[in-house]
């Protein structure tokens, strides 16, 4: 039977499900109808890619709270925010250096760009299969020796909580006269407590983008561009912001941003003292499992990500996420292979933790009880970036002619699709690389275990247009 979404959410929110994953309001807070505050640019509520009133006041108390010169709410979530930073900082044509653990509207901007991009790879944290830093030395080293690079762009902290130096590559930019722009989508909260590392904006990085809903209580959707510095154009930007935004920002969600500083203005000493009590207690409990193992020992991270480590268990990260939701009605955020992750903020609560330690808890007793099995070595999928060739730019592979190949007969071809695992949203293949024998044989683990994988126009994931013809 179908069903429309709005009784789909309603029948969803009247269930016991508790939410380790965004938004980061946690389905908590009060809000008047909405129906009745929905309004468009009229006299006395500002236009806000023309901000001279209540919309510019707004921005200035986020720019206050975030120590930031310039601060711009997106309503086309981190996304808008990331598509007007490159396009204003690079011109069509130019050069990019990125981390290839980015974001796919990085590569979006990319591609709109016609850009040539260098990529940065993380470092490998092989004790727990997943992407490290992106190390200050090698932006370094490619700087010295890349010719026209107009930008820097990376994501700190990563999806799974990982935090570069960003204080030393800004400085290494800046030597370049190049801006730093920093995907900082996950760290919204890392200004307000000592307990989280430094953010983005405190390092020197020239634009910084933060997404309230991920970690913060704000709607899903809704973020903040700040600008510090004399490297970004910043007429540029704001033109942009008004190109990759809608010409009908949502006032709802604008007020939704401005009752977050609000309240983290005014509560942030309360909300964040007891994030961090609730995060060290739960932290201390989790050293009592025997089987599973949180994550608490890479060099700068931040802490209010739960990775669930499961690797060398009978168990990947799918199949734990899927036991916290069927029997402890606890959904995470997402799963790989070795580990699932849990996505906390300041709103959720005592009982929130206590259930989520519970569930964990057992589920690491009956894997004791089980025993190791180290043969299922399938459970250990990697999920570190796999460094594929790159044969031509991103944008020439998809104005390309693109021929269908199954899967098992693409390698050596060159993509004109991007595939993702989602979430986090990061490319597996990018179109200008050269699919390889190692890339087919992990998409087909991953497919074979259940992971959503996402991008190609083949939805079974059996074929990928490849590059038959350059135009």
Not at 19 to 27: A, I, L, T
Not at 62 to 67: F, G, K, N, S
Not at 422 to 428: A, D, K, S
């Amino acid at each position: 039977m179908k069903k429309y979404l709005l009784d789909a959410l309603i029948e969803y929110q009247n269930t016991n499900t508790y939410p380790f994953h965004m938004p980061g309001h946690k389905r908590q807070g009060q809000f008047v109808n909405p129906f009745t505050i929905d309004i468009t640019e009229i006299d006395g509520f500002d236009n806000l890619y023309h901000e001279e009133g209540i919309l510019k006041e707004a921005q200035e108390r986020a720019a206050a709270l975030y120590r930031s010169s310039e601060t711009h709410f997106l309503v086309n979530g981190s996304t808008g925010g990331i598509l007007s930073a490159i396009s204003s900082c690079t011109r069509t044509g130019g050069k990019l250096l990125m981390a290839r653990n980015c974001h796919k509207a990085v590569y979006h901007a990319a591609l709109l760009g016609e850009l040539e991009v260098v990529y940065l790879y993380p470092e490998k944290e092989s004790n727990y299969n997943i992407n490290g830093e992106i190390s200050a030395a090698e932006v370094e080293r490619i700087l010295a020796e890349e010719q026209d690079i107009l930008a820097v762009f990376l994501t700190s902290p990563t999806y799974d909580g990982v935090v570069s130096d960003i204080k030393a590559i800004a400085k290494i930019a800046h030597q370049y006269q190049i801006p730093l722009i920093v995907d900082e989508a996950h760290g919204a909260h890392l200004s307000f407590h000592s307990y989280f590392p430094e953010n983005a904006i405190g390092g020197g990085a020239d634009i910084v983008i933060n997404s309230l809903h991920k970690t913060m209580p704000a709607f899903t959707q809704t973020a903040l561009l700040h600008v510090n510095g004399e490297l970004v154009d910043r007429e540029r930007l704001s033109m942009y912001l008004s190109i990759y935004q809608t010409s009908s920002p949502s006032y709802l969600l604008m007020a939704g941003i401005d009752e977050c500083i609000r309240k983290i203005t005014r509560e942030k000493e309360t909300l964040f003292a007891d994030f961090v009590k609730r995060l060290d207690r739960f932290y201390q409990e989790a050293e009592q499992w025997n089987k599973i193992k949180l994550v608490a020992d890479l060099p700068c991270f931040d802490r209010s990500k739960l990775i669930l480590s499961v690797k060398d268990t009978t168990i990947n990260g799918l199949i734990l996420k899927n036991k916290l939701r069927e029997k402890y009605a606890i959904e995470l955020e997402m799963a790989a292979g070795s580990y699932a992750l849990a996505l906390t903020s300041v709103m959720d609560t005592d009982e929130g933790f206590e259930r989520l330690l519970q569930g964990v808890t057992e589920i690491d007793k009956s894997l004791q009880d089980i025993g190791l099995d180290t043969t299922k070595s399938e459970f250990g999928i990697v999920s570190q970036m796999e460094k594929n060739k790159c044969a031509c730019r991103i944008s020439e592979a998809v104005s390309g002619h693109g021929e269908s190949r199954l899967l098992k007969q693409s390698i050596g071809e060159i993509s004109t699709e991007f595939l993702y695992l989602y979430p986090p949203g990061i490319p597996l293949l990018v179109p200008g690389e050269v699919i390889s024998e190692s890339l087919v044989a992990q998409i087909e683990t991953y497919r074979e275990q259940g992971f959503s994988l996402q991008g190609l126009a083949d939805y079974q994931i059996n074929e990928v247009k490849c590059l038959s013809k350059v135009r």
